[in-house]
């Protein structure tokens, strides 16, 4: 079993930004991807950002440039820093974790074992 503890959610003024820790423990393997999907009221959850297998970081088309994951490997950590917020950004943020996946499918939530309990952002003025 793997656990995931989300924090540092929070209100930030658009053009803000803010800095997602998901602390990772349990049984974790070299092939663990990391991934953060967001879902806003009456959405479906979304792709924002991965870690694959802690080499290759890749972004939906909509946060490339301003989000950016990066890890911590002593704290077991993984970070999701978020740049020039927008209101569209407004969501709660969920970490995902999972050790079997394949390049095709980080994409899906679906395809994720272990989540965060997640936590809010919102982008207001």
């Known amino acids: 079993q793997v656990q995931l503890v989300e924090s540092g959610g929070g209100l930030v003024q658009p053009g803000g930004s803010l800095r997602l820790s998901c602390a990772v423990s349990?049984?974790?393997?070299?092939?663990?991807?990391i991934g953060w999907f967001r879902q806003a009221p009456g959405k479906e959850r979304e792709f924002v950002a991965t870690?694959?297998?802690?080499?290759?970081?890749y972004y939906a088309d909509s946060v490339k440039g301003r989000f950016t994951i990066s890890r911590d490997n002593a704290k077991m950590t993984w970070y999701l820093q978020m740049n020039s917020l927008k209101p569209d950004d407004t969501a709660v943020y969920y970490c995902?974790?999972?050790?079997?996946?394949?390049?095709?499918?980080?994409?899906?939530?679906?395809?994720?074992?272990?989540w965060g309990q997640g936590t809010q952002v919102t982008v207001s003025s």
């Open positions: 349990g049984r974790t393997s070299s092939q663990l991807t």
């Open positions: 870690s694959f297998r802690g080499r290759t970081s």
């Open positions: 995902a974790g999972d050790s079997g996946l394949i390049l095709s499918s980080i994409g899906s939530h679906k395809n994720y074992d272990y």
